[in-house]
């Protein structure tokens, strides 16, 4: 998986980690977690990433 894969998988992980359902957030939050963690990425690079969703 690319880089860029990977940072729109975690994207879509961490929204769905705000999810109304408590199970479906949890999973997707450690997914989210599993795959920062091997990939090693972390909390700044995922907001560095969404600085050019923005412009």
């Known amino acids: 998986m690319s880089q860029k894969a990977v940072m729109e ?30 990939h090693k990425i972390t909390e700044d690079d995922l907001v560095l990433s969404n600085m050019g969703d923005i412009a």
């Open 9 to 38: 998988r975690l994207k879509k992980l961490i929204a769905l980690s705000r999810s109304s359902n408590a199970h479906e957030a949890a999973a997707a939050l450690a997914r989210a977690q599993q795959l920062m963690r091997e």
